[in-house]
């Protein structure tokens, strides 16, 4: 059903035809209930209870289909009405506490092939750009409901050590409504091992072949090496399963094409693991710009790294990770496309080979990315960064956007061992960002703004709810596959001495 929101308050004897008219055809009204909008109240069929302030608000989903996977109670700002429906058709969906109380603020009533949604959050506006109550009135609209009620099997390819990603993918879908872990893949038998010890009743192969020749799952998450990821996930999609690579997507923009071309011919799901999209301080980063809090961005740097030895595993082999930049390069080459909104036109990158020889991965790298428009953008990795730079450095027309690395340290005095230390990797804490915005005839002014709460399994419920329940992926794979092509315009640049190559 197409959402009709009504923003006219109050309505019109005239629109009146109109919302008939789209309800006749099918189609849903949402409406913001207030005391003097007779009409909104005889289409949603009910009446005003008790009425408060422009506040914030906590709403309560109801138990309900629609309600899978979101937040049961979330806040929301706007002046509110308390319902009471007066007509037997008119379903409450939720519901808000006032004074120790709770009454219904959301509702639902059928009329005739169509559905009036009624909220007692005045703001529309405040409630359709909600990330958990705009998914909700979406769904409701769409009277979107599960189209299975048995959870979807995920095998996991590379289950890998403990703490790795295939272990992560593991503990998501045993706690992601809608999934099950039903299968583990690793040529480790002690790592299938550790999968059944881990997560119990669990499927273990020693081959994807063998995994495909069964139908343990209907969706394989790759948590391979990135050398792997393109012919893994090529041989899982032409078994007619969805598929879930882990970053990067693959090394080349021509398997990347591949690779989306396969999916959307077959009818498949196939999605990346961007899994920093919900870092808590980049969706604050995000929240900023999105609102407009420093303008028009025309600049975006981030960084990562410091003064060390690079680590000993794979990640640090060119043959097998792809090279350097395809690490971190990753994550943050996708922010910046997200923060941007578009991929860039021209990729540059200089490198640097200077103190640790024992890696085929170089020390240090710098993408630059130039947008037709002048936009730019910089990625920065280094091994030999003795002072880190800012994580992320974001220009806009009327302000800036900076935030630092800070220490992670869980170091502790033990009885019997006494000091134990506990610093963990740099990248893992959130980082607080400061705001600096400049106003005529006063100057700069400045403010903290603090990462968001943490969103939980917001890749894996994404996941899910797109099986379920037909929602667009969080991840497009073409947003992916514009990651790899700068990723490997960057590789194929730095290899010829920062060559600027054109996308």
Request: one cysteine or more; hydrophobic letters at 40%.
């Amino acid at each position: 059903m197409s959402l009709l929101p009504v923003h006219t308050r109050p309505i019109g004897p005239e629109q009146v035809r109109d919302l008939k008219s789209h309800l006749d055809a099918g189609g849903t009204v949402l409406v913001a209930i207030t005391p003097d909008d007779p009409i909104a109240l005889e289409l949603a069929g009910v009446a005003i209870a008790d009425h408060g302030p422009e506040t914030e608000w906590f709403v309560t989903l109801t138990d309900r289909p629609e309600a899978s996977r979101l937040t049961g109670e979330v806040p929301v700002c706007g002046p509110l009405a308390v319902l009471r429906p007066v007509n037997d058709d008119v379903e409450v969906v939720a519901t808000t506490s006032v004074r120790f109380a709770h009454g219904p603020t959301m509702t639902v009533r059928r009329c005739g092939p169509g559905r009036v949604i009624a909220s007692g959050i005045g703001d529309l506006g405040a409630v359709l750009n909600h990330p958990v109550l705009g998914t909700y009135i979406n769904r409701l609209a769409a009277a979107a409901t599960p189209n299975r009620t048995d959870d979807i099997g995920v095998a996991v390819v590379g289950y890998g050590p403990f703490g790795g990603m295939g272990y992560l993918h593991s503990l998501a879908c045993t706690e992601t409504d809608g999934l099950r872990l039903a299968a583990a893949v690793d040529t480790s038998a002690d790592r299938l091992e550790a999968a059944r010890h881990d997560f119990g009743d669990v499927a273990t192969f020693t081959s994807v072949d063998d995994l495909l020749a069964s139908d343990a799952a209907e969706v394989v998450i790759i948590a391979t090496p990135p050398v792997l990821h393109a012919d893994l996930a090529r041989a899982c999609l032409d078994q007619g399963r969805h598929v879930v690579v882990e970053k990067p997507m693959c090394l080349t923009a021509t398997d990347a094409d591949d690779l989306v071309r396969r999916a959307a011919s077959a009818g498949l799901a196939l999605s990346v693991h961007q899994s920093r999209r919900w870092d808590t301080d980049y969706l604050a980063l995000r929240r900023a710009v999105e609102t407009g809090m420093i303008g028009e961005v025309f600049n975006i740097e981030t960084f990562v790294g410091g003064f060390e030895h690079p680590c000993r595993a794979w990640h640090s082999e060119e043959s097998v990770s792809g090279g350097a930049v395809y690490d971190w390069g990753s994550h943050h080459i996708d922010w910046i496309l997200r923060l941007h909104g578009s991929a860039p036109e021209r990729v540059s990158c200089t490198t640097h080979t200077r103190v640790w020889h024992d890696s085929t991965n170089v020390d240090q790298l710098e993408v630059k990315m130039m947008w037709s428009d002048g936009r730019e953008a910089a990625f920065r990795q280094s091994d030999l960064a003795a002072i880190r730079r800012p994580k992320f450095y974001v220009q806009g027309t009327e302000g800036t956007i900076d935030g630092h690395y800070q220490p992670l340290d869980a170091s502790r005095l033990e009885p019997g061992r006494g000091y134990l230390s506990g610093v963990h990797h740099h990248a893992e804490r959130p980082v607080d960002l400061r705001l600096a915005r400049y106003e005529s005839d006063w100057g700069l002014i400045e403010s903290n703004i603090p990462p968001v709460p943490h969103p939980g399994w917001g890749f894996h419920r994404n996941l899910a709810d797109h099986l379920l329940l037909g929602e667009p992926l969080a991840v497009d794979p073409r947003e992916s596959r514009d990651v790899v092509r700068v990723l490997e315009a960057a590789h194929r640049s730095g290899a010829a001495g920062g060559a600027v190559i054109t996308l």
